[in-house]
């Protein structure tokens, strides 16, 4: 069945040339348009400066010590002269959490 529609296909492609390569011509030229209309980049257009980052820890890490590297961490974030605040929140919805709002004065 593979090679039998592979060769219907390319006698049909052979006996129609001429449309065959306008096709191709067609679709280099709607290439080249979107190429030029699509907008491109990495960050969207109404970029907010706003960074989302996570970290972990062992699973057996108190809820203490884990409140203790995360203020370590939103501390050392927080001293980059770049970056004008912080939120943080560890814990889960079903236990014991905290949030933490740190804003440069």
């Known amino acids: 069945m593979g090679v039998e529609a592979y ?10 040339q001429p449309l ?9 030229c ?14 969207p257009q109404q970029d907010t400066g706003r960074l989302v980052g996570s970290i972990q820890a062992q699973q057996d890490i108190s809820f203490p010590a884990m409140r203790e590297k995360l ?16 939120v943080s929140f560890t814990g889960v919805a079903a236990g014991p ?9």
């Open 71 to 86: 203020k370590q961490f939103t501390d050392i974030v927080l001293a980059d002269p770049a970056v004008e605040n912080v």
């Open 97 to 105: 959490s905290i949030r933490a709002a740190c804003s440069r004065n």
């Open 30 to 43: 709607l290439n080249i348009y979107l190429f030029i209309v699509v907008p491109k980049g990495f960050f």
């Open 7 to 16: 060769r219907s296909g390319l006698k049909w492609v052979l006996r129609h």
């Open 20 to 28: 065959t390569l306008a096709i191709t011509v067609a679709t280099v």
